[in-house]
């Protein structure tokens, strides 16, 4: 199994649809999640942390659910420019906080 | 602000041939990685650095090898380049201090094994 899955879709939804990703993850013992965004032939960055509580920085909301051992991404009201691979990432909390990631979820949004 | 660069960007090896990726970072980071990317996969951690002068294997090490000799460089190596080597390449950085260490990635290096 692996650490961290995702569906690797792809999600093709029309503008102004609402998107749902889940992750899930296989450590219990894994101590900070984060969502990252790639476009195509580019490196990954940072899209949002989540947090146990929850989080939402505009469109784009982020939860934890630590019992289930999985993170989702939702994105509201979905632009053309979403269109990305969304990349869940766990830092384990072992030495050198090591990021594992997910394989990754392709988006397309589609006038 | 460079962040973290790579280089070279591009590079055509034959098989048995060896090069070096150097990795750069000014955010006095000190961690760093190196990953790689298949198509279809997500990022694969090949060794890592928790600080100058150190290192540490990764989830798929075999092939290469890494000198960190100054903080702000982490160099990878491969001794006998392989096709099964084609893959692009990227380097990360980040920092222990704070709660929510986040990882910063250069642009990538495209490496193709003949």
């Known amino acids: 199994r692996k650490e961290v899955e995702q569906d690797p879709g792809p999600f093709n939804v029309p503008e102004g649809a609402t998107v749902a990703f889940n992750c899930t993850y296989s450590n219990s013992a894994s101590q900070s999640f984060f969502w990252y965004r790639q476009d195509c032939r580019k490196e990954p960055k940072l899209l949002m942390s989540v947090y146990s509580s929850g989080n939402e920085d505009g469109r784009f909301t982020a939860q934890l659910n630590r019992a289930s051992q999985y993170i989702s991404l939702l994105i509201r009201d979905s632009k053309l420019s979403d269109s990305a691979t969304y990349l869940c990432?766990?830092?384990?909390?072992?030495?050198?906080?090591?990021?594992?990631f997910g394989g990754g979820t392709r988006l397309m949004v589609k006038p | 602000n460079a962040g973290v660069t790579q280089t070279p960007k591009f590079r055509v090896l034959k098989t048995g041939q060896s090069m070096t990726l150097l990795c750069a970072q000014d955010?006095?980071?000190?961690?760093m990685y190196w990953y790689r990317q298949d198509p279809g996969m997500g990022l694969r951690l090949i060794h890592y650095?928790?600080?100058?002068?150190?290192?540490a294997k990764g989830e798929v090490p075999d092939g290469y090898n890494v000198s960190r000799l100054k903080k702000q460089n982490f160099l990878l190596g491969l001794e006998s380049a392989a096709p099964s080597q084609t893959s692009v390449y990227f380097c990360?950085?980040?920092?222990?201090?704070?709660?929510?260490?986040?990882?910063?990635f250069g642009q990538g290096t495209r490496l193709t094994v003949v």
């Open positions: 955010m006095n980071h000190e961690y």
């Open positions: 650095s928790v600080g100058e002068g150190t290192t």
């Open positions: 990432v766990v830092n384990m909390g072992n030495a050198g906080n090591m990021l594992t």
């Open positions: 990360a950085s980040s920092s222990p201090a704070g709660g929510q260490p986040e990882a910063f």
